[in-house]
Structures are given as C-alpha cells and as structure tokens.
C-alpha cells in the first residue's frame, strides 16, 4: 500500500516578467545646481567641461582670424605693420563680435557632451531660453540703459579721450548700425552663457550655496575684460555678482542677457555714427569713478525691476516645478 504524504511549502508570489523598481523622479533643483539634473555628475565633469569651453573658445576665435586672413588675401586687403589683415572699425568689430558669439555653441556641446546633460539647462530651470521673459526683461532694461548711458555721455571726460565726435556719414552709419544689431546680442549672450551660464554651474555643482556659486564667476568675467581702472574692474565685479544672483533667482539667463546686451548695444549704435567710433578700443574695464556712480545704481535699479516683475509674474526657479 501506497501512502502519499501532501508537503504545505510556503507561499511565493508568481514571478512578474520584466518587473522593475519605479525610479523616483528627480528633485527640483536651483538654476545654479543643474548640473546635477542626471545621474551622470562626476566630480570631475565640471573641470574637464570648462577646460573644453575654454579650448573650444580659443579654437572658434582662431578659426574666425584664419579665415579673415584668407579672405583678405583673396581680396587684396591692406595690412598693418605687424602683417595682420586690415578691415577697418567696423569690419574688425564685427569679427571681434563674430568670434565671442561663437562660444554659445561650445558651451551647449560642452553640457551635452562633457557634463551628458541636455544643454537647454544651461539656458534655463526650464530646459531652454524662456523668449516671454526675455522679451519682457528687454523692455524693463531698455529705459534704464538709455538713462545711464545718457546720464554718463553727460559727465565730463579727461582731455583727449574718447573718438572726435564727427559724422561718420550716412552708408558707414548704417552699416555699423546693421553690424552692431545683428551681432551684439549674440556677443552679449555668449558672455552670459560662459559665466552666468557655464562657470556658474559648474561651481555650483560642487557648491549648494548660490552666493559660493556667484562670487567665482563674476571675478573671472571682470579679468576678461582686461585690466583698465580700479573703478572698471569693481563696476564689472558688480555686474557679474548683480546678473549672477538674477539668474539664480529668476531660474535662467533671460534677465542678465537683456540687460547685457542693451548696455552693449547702445553706446555701439552711437559710436556707429562718429567717424572712427568703432575702432576705439575702450571697454567697460576703463571707465572712471564718476561712471561707476552712475552704473551700479542703474544695475541695481534694473535688478529690482526684475524682481518685481518676478514678483508680479511669478516664474519658476527650480527644475521640475
């Protein structure tokens, strides 16, 4: 006879096929910690990215030289005496301009590549260039660059500085015009998107604090414009800490490029109409106490303007929200 014994096992749920672990979604995350935005941080990426934007910033601006030097060999261009190829203010501006331009696709391939996060992060928390609120941050900047601009071609200048104030004539007038306009934005973007953008974040990638985040790159962004005056180089600190801080608090780049490009843009325009206007070589890093008392007031009223506006019209400033 036969006995068959029943053995109880205990009870296993049925295997499920393919059955994974949900991931949580990311965090919210301030402007200037967006480098974090994947999994793919290392330590290390913030330093090999910014040698990479650095190298591909110098190679653009070569490849900008070279091909002009080609294009005045064909051309028969004149040369100076160190052999350098001769295109006159507003030729030189616009090459000088086409060459900084250039950096904002280095910086996008730079996120893309060295950082394997989507470069629209750069731009913004909210993955690329809010156009509503850079037009918006455009007409807030307007009336107040033109008031600080009027207000320093009014103070008085030290003897023999500064192009003679001659017609430049109405077709190198609108020439110059048409160059500064369609360059200069791009110019006064590509700066904003190496150091409010690039530099910012990759600081804040290691850093949680915004202020340690700010600081680094609005230093860096006055030694590149060379070394004038004291006063030059305090007015571009405070810029760069002033553009920075909007950034972080407004969640992208909108607020310092308008503003960037609005100061640039304007004293172009009306060096545009004076004979040999554009082939000055004074930059912001030159100017003297009386315009710094001028400047840093008109930034600082254009920042809270922002903030208002930011107030009235909330917009995010986290990834994600």
């Known amino acids: 006879?036969?006995?068959?014994?029943?053995?109880?096992?205990?009870?296993?749920?049925?295997?499920?096929?393919?059955?994974?672990?949900?991931?949580?979604?990311?965090?919210?995350?301030?402007?200037?910690?967006?480098?974090?935005?994947?999994?793919?941080?290392?330590?290390?990426?913030?330093?090999?990215?910014?040698?990479?934007?650095?190298?591909?910033?110098?190679?653009?601006?070569?490849?900008?030289?070279?091909?002009?030097?080609?294009?005045?060999?064909?051309?028969g261009r004149p040369r100076d005496a160190d052999g350098n190829v001769i295109w006159g203010g507003i030729g030189d501006t616009a090459l000088a301009l086409l060459g900084i331009s250039l950096s904002i696709p280095v910086v996008l391939?730079?996120?893309?590549?060295?950082?394997?996060?989507?470069?629209?992060?750069?731009?913004?928390?909210?993955?690329?260039?809010?156009?509503?609120?850079?037009?918006?941050?455009?007409?807030?900047?307007?009336?107040?660059?033109?008031?600080?601009l009027g207000i320093s071609m009014l103070l008085p200048e030290p003897e023999?500085?500064?192009?003679?104030?001659?017609?430049?004539?109405?077709?190198?007038?609108?020439?110059?015009?048409?160059?500064?306009?369609?360059?200069?934005?791009?110019?006064?973007?590509?700066?904003?998107?190496?150091?409010?953008?690039?530099?910012?974040?990759?600081?804040?990638?290691?850093?949680?604090?915004?202020?340690?985040?700010?600081?680094?790159?609005?230093?860096?962004?006055?030694?590149?414009?060379g070394w004038g005056t004291p006063w030059g180089f305090a007015d571009l600190v405070v810029f760069g800490l002033i553009t920075g801080a909007l950034t972080i608090r407004t969640g992208g780049l909108e607020a310092a490029i308008a503003l960037h490009v609005l100061n640039n843009l304007l004293p172009l325009g009306i060096l545009s109409a004076i004979a040999g206007g554009l082939e000055s070589e004074e930059t912001a890093a030159d100017m003297n106490w009386m315009t710094l008392a001028v400047d840093v007031p008109m930034v600082s009223l254009y920042a809270a303007a922002v903030l208002w506006l930011t107030h009235r019209r909330p917009v995010s400033f986290r990834s994600g929200n």
Not at 10 to 22: E, K, L, M, S
Not at 197 to 205: E, R
């Open 1 to 75: 006879m036969t006995t068959t014994h029943s053995i109880t096992e205990p009870y296993q749920p049925p295997d499920v096929p393919f059955q994974r672990t949900a991931t949580p979604p990311p965090q919210p995350l301030p402007y200037h910690r967006l480098a974090l935005t994947t999994g793919n941080h290392r330590w290390w990426r913030p330093l090999v990215g910014t040698g990479v934007v650095l190298a591909g910033a110098i190679l653009v601006m070569l490849a900008v030289i070279i091909a002009s030097e080609i294009a005045g060999a064909v051309v």
């Open 109 to 148: 391939l730079a996120a893309r590549w060295v950082q394997r996060r989507a470069a629209g992060t750069v731009s913004s928390v909210a993955g690329g260039l809010r156009w509503r609120r850079l037009g918006l941050c455009l007409a807030v900047a307007l009336p107040v660059s033109a008031t600080s």
């Open 160 to 225: 023999g500085s500064g192009p003679e104030l001659t017609w430049a004539g109405l077709s190198p007038f609108l020439l110059g015009l048409a160059t500064v306009c369609l360059l200069v934005p791009f110019q006064a973007a590509a700066e904003e998107y190496v150091f409010r953008g690039w530099l910012l974040q990759a600081v804040g990638a290691w850093c949680r604090s915004p202020w340690v985040a700010v600081t680094p790159q609005a230093v860096l962004f006055a030694a590149a414009h």
